[in-house]
């Protein structure tokens, strides 16, 4: 049968317009912004490569700001001050004591994906060592450690030989370093230890609330909410803290000890991962030997250029 077709005629056949079912209208109603969007200000440039988010575009991109060689792990035995022979001015110090620092094991970048030295220090019993550990100590041929930590490192040339020992010799005296500890913890703490807050006036009205932090948020104006980042009362201490830049000023190893120019965070006998600065030059570690032998030479050498390889050879 064929397809009816439109009659303008029959147009008077059909009811009048008020007696048609109604049919639910909904309008949609919004607010036009008269500002414009703002650009984003990262990767705004043409012929700029894409990020990629593969592990190893991670290791990348992140590997130009990666320290050469590992650190290594202290105790925090306390601070005392020393004397400039050129200024005679007091300066602060803090005292590192190393005990049995060794390398435990290696990660590499094909099982693990980056590059990084496991180091431990101290020593712990066998029936206080969990079964695990146990077989990982054994495995690497290393007493059990009481301590132990990873350091990131650039490359392979950064890789100490498993059970080697680090002394405190492996920082040059001048040489600036980055301490890595935990501060102390204070527990639960209020806003007015905690954040410096002034507390409630002593009196005019004020009962039993001296030291309470008063309003938390604002009312419509601000949104009837508590913004993020609300300073409240919560636990105070116990994160993480790098001081970056202090200057070794010397190095024993006949006791194992190790004097850095300024203060570390943590209370004493605190746990302490010390390593090369890295927003300072890197030492100048191709001066002796035994810095040769225990980094990876050939690349150091390459990587330092041809006449600091020249002096080297004149030195050798």
């Known amino acids: 049968m064929p397809p009816l077709k439109r009659s303008f005629g029959l147009l008077h056949l059909l009811p009048p317009q008020f007696l048609l079912p109604v049919r639910p209208h909904r309008t949609v109603r919004f607010i036009r912004s008269i500002t414009r969007p703002k650009t984003n200000r990262y990767n705004n440039v043409k012929g700029l490569p894409a990020l990629d988010s593969s592990q190893s575009a991670a290791l990348k991109r992140k590997t130009p700001f990666l320290p050469l060689r590992t ?71 290393v007493s059990p450690k009481r301590h132990m930590a990873e350091f990131r490192v650039k490359d392979r040339a950064g890789l100490l030989e498993v059970g080697e020992q680090i002394e405190p010799s492996w920082f040059k005296v001048g040489q600036f370093v980055d301490a890595r500890a935990d501060c102390k913890g204070k527990g639960f703490a209020g806003v007015m230890k905690k954040h410096g807050m002034s507390g409630q006036p002593a009196s005019h009205g004020v009962s039993l609330t001296h030291r309470a932090m008063g309003s938390a948020g604002p009312s419509q104006g601000g949104g009837s909410r508590v913004h993020p980042g609300k300073r409240m009362a919560g636990r105070m201490g116990g994160q993480r803290n790098t001081v970056q830049n202090l200057q070794v000023l010397q190095v024993d190893d006949e006791h194992g000890v190790l004097v850095v120019k300024g203060c570390i965070s943590g209370p004493n006998k605190g746990i302490v991962m010390v390593q090369d600065a890295i927003k300072k030059p890197w030492p100048d570690l191709l001066g002796t030997q035994a810095a040769i032998d225990k980094l990876s030479k050939q690349t150091l050498i390459t990587e330092a250029g041809h006449g600091t390889s020249q002096a080297v050879a004149a030195e050798a």
């Open 71 to 141: 650190g290594a792990l202290a105790i925090k035995k306390g601070m005392t001050g020393m004397y400039d022979s050129k200024t005679g001015k007091r300066m602060p110090c803090t005292v590192l004591q190393f005990d049995q620092v060794q390398v435990v094991s290696h990660k590499t970048v094909k099982p693990h994906g980056y590059w990084a030295v496991q180091v431990g220090a101290g020593t712990k019993r066998e029936k206080n060592v969990t079964r695990p550990m146990l077989g990982h100590f054994a495995a690497q041929g």
